[in-house]
Each structure stands twice: as structure tokens, then as C-alpha cells.
């Protein structure tokens, strides 16, 4: 039977979380699981993982050697730790396995993706890298709710029983808990977030389609839209084009979105017209022009209709004020 070591004794996310990606796999999905500092039990398992000393990236995945500088590729500075070891050598057959994927380019896609959203945190975490100034001043105490936090707490406290089997018994825990954050993750993007995608391109590529400008987007069903959007954008030398995406929302109503200047901004590329802002049913009907209005927020950044029709001449108002 395929036997996995990792160290005994006291345990962090990292290799919490490695055990467990291997188990993903077929060929390490009924292995035994052997906790030990002892180099005989190494020698006897099939794979190594936070311990020994060693990288050799087939049975050695140790990080604490002196020497070791593995980072994940050239887009990464930060040093890999036993999850990412793991997951650089195994991630691709993880997601190719767990989401059932045969497309080369979305299994790249999500190698990096999921790396960059949940393993460098970790990696980042158990080599002590901030990531904030040290001088900084939290605004509030987040250390407990984060996933290597809750792992620290499954192990023994000093006061209790510490026996090999006590820390052995709460290591599977500290499994599960990565596993389950990690799989929520994966299947997340790789069942949801990532099929959205396609429903984006379609509608970039039929924009001009909706309007001559080429600034304003359909979407043929709701979906999560802004991070593909740039993207999308970014891979067709348009960075910055699109100003108003429209969808269906949940009660079979229309919306008109703003697109922010970055993802992370409340700045919008393009505002619905000001003096419309604030406005609703009946009222902005008649000032818009637009028959079947419902809102427009205060801000500027999100309006309603009842009909595609209506919210495409609400984006078309701004575009013409532009």
C-alpha cells in the first residue's frame, strides 16, 4: 500500500493541507498516512512531505532546508512551502481529476488562478511573510479566523493530553479543514466562475452587434462578469472600451452596470447621466425618455427597467454625454 509521511508532533496548514491534496489523487487516495521524525519511516514511504530536509520533487517535498528557494514560477516571489510544493508538482492532475477538465488552457487557467487566490497565502504564511508593513496598524484583529490560525488550535494544548496518537487524532481534522476550504475553492471557480467566462466572450465578441460604439455588453444570462470582463478586455488590446454591461437579474427584471476602472475601484469608467441619479419608476420614465424605468442609484453606478430595450437606451443616454 502507497504510504505518505509528513513530521509528528505538533502541525501548521501547510502540510495539513498537502496531505490532503495528495489524497485527491488515485494513486494516493487509499494511502496510509504515517506521522514521524524517524528517517527509517521515510525511507519506507512512497512520498515525504514537510520533513527530511529534502526536495527532490519526486518523493522529497521539504521546505525548512536552508538552501530551498522554490517559488511557484517566474510570476512569484514568495517562497513555497510544503502546500505549494505539492501543489506546483500535483495541482494540474488535482484539477483535472476533481473537475473532470480536458481543456489544456482552463486547466492552466485554474492552476494559476487557485495558486494565486488560496496557496501563496498559505506559503506566504508559514515562512513568516507579512502581508502588510510591519508598522502598520490593524484597524481590528483578524488572526483568528483565518485557516492557519483554526489549524494551529486543533493541535493539543499544553494541558491537555499529548500523546503521538492525541496530535495524530487532531492532525486528520486539520485535513479536512484545509480539504474542505480548498475543494470549496477549486469547485468554485471551476464549476461556477470559470463557465462564466464563455458568456462574457460571447457577448464581447457580439458587442457591436448591441451598439455601434462596441461599448456595451449583453449578457445572456447572469453570471459573475467583472473580473472575466478585464481579462477579456486585456487579451484583445481593449483595455478600457467597455462602459455599461446589461443583464437579467433574479425577478426577471434588466440591469445596467457601470464597469469600474479596476476591480478593486468604486470609480466607474462611465456614470449613468447625472441628472437621471436618484430617480425611479414614473419620474424617471418621463425625464429619461424611456419608458419602464425602475432606478437609478444615487450614484450613479447601477439602474433598472423592466425590458433589455429600456436599460440599452438608458446606457445609450450616457454614452451620448460622454
Known sequence: MVQI??????FHADESLAVYLLRLLPQFSDSTLVRSRNPSDWEASDIVVD????????KYFDHHQREFNEVFNGNYKTKLSSAGLIYKHYGRDIIKHVLKLSEDKDVEFLYDKVYKEFIESLDANDNGINNYPKDATPKFHDKNITLPSM???LNPSWNESCTDADFDRQFLKSTELMGSAFLALLEGYGKSWLPAKSIVQDAFDQR????????????????????????IEQENNAEGEIKFVLFKDSTDKWRV?????????????????????GLRDEELSEKSGVEGCIFIHAAGFIGGANSEESVLKLARLSLQKK
Open 5 to 10: 509521511c509528513t513530521h509528528s508532533g505538533s
Open 51 to 58: 520533513v527530511s530536509g529534502k526536495y527532490d520533487g519526486v
Open 151 to 153: 489549524v494551529s488550535r
Open 208 to 231: 457591436f452587434e448591441v451598439d455601434k460604439s462596441g461599448e456595451i455588453l449583453v449578457l445572456s444570462q447572469f453570471c459573475p462578469w467583472k473580473e472575466h470582463l478585464y481579462a
Open 257 to 277: 452596470s457601470t464597469v469600474s476602472v479596476t476591480s478593486s475601484s468604486f470609480e466607474f469608467r462611465l456614470g449613468l447621466p447625472e441628472e437621471l441619479r
